[in-house]
């Protein structure tokens, strides 16, 4: 069982950055960013594989990015440029199966607790 924590959410004007942080207990082979908001579909942000391989959602593409320290066990999402539409709780989550490509939740069977972002405009 992989345990993951989530922390760095909070709220931010448009045009700011924040960066989120995952910690976990153990390396799988697929970690990524999703977010969900009520009532809505959990939406696949970007996801990066053992491989180096990253994937990004066309509506962050160039804002965000996601990268591992794998020193820290800690899996990031740096987001620049934030926009109202970025609001949303953001949920770390990982895979022992190598990453497909894209984005999708269904690739995950591990997740966190998720984290707030709000970003006023």
């Known amino acids: 069982q992989v345990h993951l924590v989530e922390s760095g959410g909070g709220s931010v004007q448009a045009g700011g950055s924040l960066r989120l942080s995952c910690t976990y207990t153990?390396?799988?082979?697929?970690m990524g960013w999703l977010r969900q908001n009520p009532a809505k579909e959990r939406e696949g942000v970007a996801s990066?594989?053992?491989?180096?391989?990253?994937y990004y959602a066309d509506s962050v593409q160039g804002r965000f990015t996601i990268d591992k320290e794998r020193a820290e066990d800690t899996l990031y999402l740096q987001m620049n440029s934030l926009k109202s539409e970025d609001t949303s709780t953001y949920f770390c989550?990982?895979?022992?199966?190598?990453?497909?490509?894209?984005?999708?939740?269904?690739?995950?069977?591990?997740w966190g607790q998720g984290t707030q972002v709000t970003v006023s405009s």
């Open positions: 153990q390396d799988t082979y697929c």
């Open positions: 989550a990982a895979s022992w199966r190598r990453c497909s490509p894209g984005t999708s939740e269904q690739q995950y069977n591990h």
């Open positions: 990066l594989g053992t491989d180096g391989l990253t």
